[in-house]
């Protein structure tokens, strides 16, 4: 079996960090007492997603295609909630956690779309 070759230590801290986010972004959603199952339920999608980073962070190269599904995520977010967060009656809190789902989001593509193809290693 083929292993995949490596990138920076400094991607893999990246995507370690993106799981975190996730983690206690999606916890929140579905611990918060005042939650409703809408919420729920996003924060279990959330969480879910999360996982996915973990494993992108363990083996960056094998699991780098998982991430589009993270850039659609994370990108169709801020579009949808985006303009009413920033409007009169968002929340700081909300605009925060926007800013990071772009940011990671764009960092997403970043590392998808300047990634060298490596070569298996035997």
């Given at each position: ?8 230590r400094?991607w ?5 960090l993106?799981?975190?986010?996730n ?27 999360g ?5 992108v962070a ?5 699991f ?14 801020v ?11 968002g ?29 298996p290693?035997?």
């Amino acid at each position: 079996m083929a292993t995949f070759g490596t990138v920076s230590r400094g991607w893999k801290i990246f995507f370690w960090l993106a799981a975190i986010f996730n983690f206690l972004i999606g916890s929140a959603g579905m611990f918060v007492p005042e939650a409703t199952i809408d919420a729920r339920i996003v924060g279990l999608l959330v969480f879910g997603m999360g996982i996915v980073y973990m494993q992108v962070a363990r083996d960056p190269l094998r699991f780098a295609p998982t991430l589009w599904a993270g850039v659609v995520g994370k990108l169709g977010v801020v579009a949808l909630l985006g303009p009413q967060a920033i409007g009169p009656e968002g929340e700081a809190l909300i605009v925060g956690i926007l800013a990071c789902d772009a940011l990671f989001a764009i960092a997403f593509l970043a590392f998808l779309l300047t990634k060298a193809e490596a070569a298996p290693v035997k």
